[in-house]
């Protein structure tokens, strides 16, 4: 978590501050768009937003990191880049429904089997990240 500037030091300057508040929000409202679409992620663009947020719109990024549901993912990734192993079942989750989805419905199977193949990848990518040390008792 990014610790608050006391009032004498002024706010870091950003270049391109403007394209970093427009990835923010754009990538939040893929991330919201993600909650109800079937294949559309909601966790990375959440996490993009944060990062983007963390740049471009202070204000957005202290919403995140307060934010019940998203705040601790979002706090674990940014401390450890740590994924909990309930978020990790979870997207492994969905993307074996979705190339399930994909292997019925595709008009070729190279389709689905390329797109069956990148999750594969994401999917390992994902379970090699750390999880999030317990808290302390």
Not at 11 to 31: I, N
Request: charged share 15%; glycine share 6%; with cysteine.
């Amino acid at each position: 978590m990014n610790p608050k500037p006391s009032p004498a030091t002024p706010p870091r300057k950003v270049r391109f501050r403007w394209a970093w508040w427009l990835l923010a929000y754009t990538s939040l409202a893929l991330g919201i768009i993600g909650i109800v679409v079937p294949g559309l992620p909601t966790v990375p663009f959440v996490l993009l937003s944060a990062f983007a947020a963390a740049r471009g719109s202070q204000k957005l990024h202290d919403r995140l990191l307060a934010h019940p549901r998203f705040g601790p993912m979002i706090r674990d990734w940014q401390a450890h880049g740590a994924v909990s192993r309930r978020a990790k079942r979870l997207a492994v989750g969905m993307m074996s429904a979705c190339a399930v989805i994909m292997f019925l419905t595709a008009p070729r199977w190279w389709m689905a089997a390329t797109g069956t193949a990148i999750m594969t990848v994401v999917a390992i990518w994902l379970w090699a990240r750390p999880e999030p040390p317990a808290p302390p008792r």
